[in-house]
């Protein structure tokens, strides 16, 4: 990733080894917390892999090589995503956080064919590995890439009044030290009845850590953030709020008022 001139990427290369060590392990033990890679191994074997649209598989295939790999979701959350998507009917949704789009062609797959998704990542760069899979896919017409840091673009989003509640699905993964502040527009631009999931709100377990557990700094922190966004869900009367163990952990929230 040497050689990029986005800022943002600068200082994402700051937590890049950290992220490249976790990236080994997750590589041998899969992105799951459950604590038997066989079971898992069988989950994504017996439902998941069979049903994974073939340029989705492109793109997780295209990803695992990257040493941020474990930044892609997960087949088996991507798959619940889809179904959950169609659950609500829904037609528009947004995504912040793409990397190289896996959860991103899954969410455009489950839309209609009038369906729309607003992607916003830091890094365009990430987004086009998956690009021509998405091509492929015949799902670029669903999709508004914006190349941008996501509090400006759901600003300006706010700031016209036709897209307050006119979303119906939004999937947040990015920076999770800004987790608080998407809620405060997720929850503006999602309709009533509509979902926000969360990802990575149990970071790898860590949320339970006991305060005398060796655990890497950067892991501490993390869990940290996390665990002051799941308070904070679960004061908000704005939505109902479900906490998944599936993946590395997503909260769904639909909101309600
Ligand atoms: N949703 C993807 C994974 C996203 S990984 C999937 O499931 O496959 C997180 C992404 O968030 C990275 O691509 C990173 O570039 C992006 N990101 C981090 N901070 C951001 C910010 N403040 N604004 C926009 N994108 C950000
Ligand atoms: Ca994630």
Same mark, same amino acid.
């Given at each position: 990733?040497?050689?990029?001139? /986005?800022?943002?990427?600068q200082?994402?290369?700051?937590?890049?080894?950290?992220?490249?060590?976790?990236?080994e392990?997750?590589?041998?033990?899969?992105?799951?917390?459950?604590?038997?890679?066989? +079971?898992?191994?069988?989950?994504?074997?017996?439902? &998941?892999?069979?049903?994974? !649209?073939?340029?989705?598989?492109?793109?997780?295939?295209?990803?695992?090589?990257?040493?941020?790999?474990?930044?892609?979701?997960?087949? =088996?959350?991507?798959?619940?995503?889809?179904?959950?998507?169609?659950?609500?009917?829904?037609?528009? @949704?947004?995504?912040?956080?793409?990397?190289?789009?896996?959860?991103?062609?899954?969410? @455009?797959?489950a839309?209609?064919? =009038?369906?729309?998704?607003?992607?916003?990542? @830091? &890094?365009?760069?990430?987004?086009?590995?998956?690009?021509?899979?998405?091509?492929?896919?015949?799902?670029?017409h669903?999709?508004?890439?914006?190349?941008?840091?996501?509090?400006? &673009?759901?600003?300006?989003? +706010?700031?016209?009044?036709? /897209?307050?509640?006119?979303? =119906? *699905?939004? *999937?947040?993964? @990015? =920076?999770?030290?800004?987790?608080?502040?998407? !809620?405060?527009?997720?929850?503006? +631009? &999602?309709?009533?009845?509509?979902i926000?999931?969360?990802?990575?709100?149990?970071?790898?377990?860590?949320?339970?850590? +006991?305060? %005398?557990?060796?655990l890497?700094?950067?892991?501490?922190? *993390?869990?940290?953030?996390?665990?002051? *966004?799941?308070?904070?869900?679960?004061? %908000?009367?704005?939505?109902?709020?479900?906490?998944?163990?599936i993946? %590395?952990?997503?909260?769904?929230?639909?909101?309600?008022?």
């Amino acid at each position: 990733m040497e050689g990029l001139d /986005n800022p943002f990427l600068q200082n994402l290369n700051a937590v890049v080894d950290i992220l490249k060590e976790k990236n080994e392990y997750v590589k041998v033990h899969g992105k799951s917390l459950l604590k038997n890679d066989a +079971l898992y191994k069988y989950i994504l074997e017996t439902t &998941v892999y069979p049903r994974e !649209h073939e340029c989705l598989r492109e793109i997780r295939l295209a990803t695992e090589e990257h040493p941020l790999a474990l930044m892609a979701g997960s087949p =088996d959350e991507v798959q619940l995503l889809q179904m959950l998507l169609k659950v609500l009917n829904a037609k528009s @949704a947004i995504e912040i956080g793409v990397f190289t789009g896996y959860s991103l062609l899954a969410t @455009a797959l489950a839309l209609p064919e =009038d369906g729309k998704i607003i992607a916003i990542d @830091a &890094v365009r760069e990430f987004y086009e590995i998956g690009l021509p899979s998405i091509e492929k896919a015949g799902m670029t017409h669903k999709i508004d890439f914006r190349e941008s840091t996501a509090l400006p &673009v759901l600003d300006q989003l +706010l700031s016209e009044e036709k /897209n307050e509640g006119a979303f =119906d *699905f939004i *999937f947040v993964d @990015a =920076d999770k030290d800004n987790y608080l502040n998407y !809620h405060e527009r997720a929850v503006k +631009l &999602v309709r009533i009845g509509g979902i926000i999931a969360y990802d990575n709100t149990l970071w790898s377990g860590a949320v339970a850590a +006991l305060p %005398d557990e060796p655990l890497p700094e950067f892991d501490r922190m *993390f869990a940290e953030h996390a665990k002051k *966004f799941n308070t904070a869900m679960v004061a %908000d009367a704005r939505v109902e709020v479900s906490q998944l163990s599936i993946a %590395d952990g997503v909260t769904l929230c639909r909101r309600v008022a």
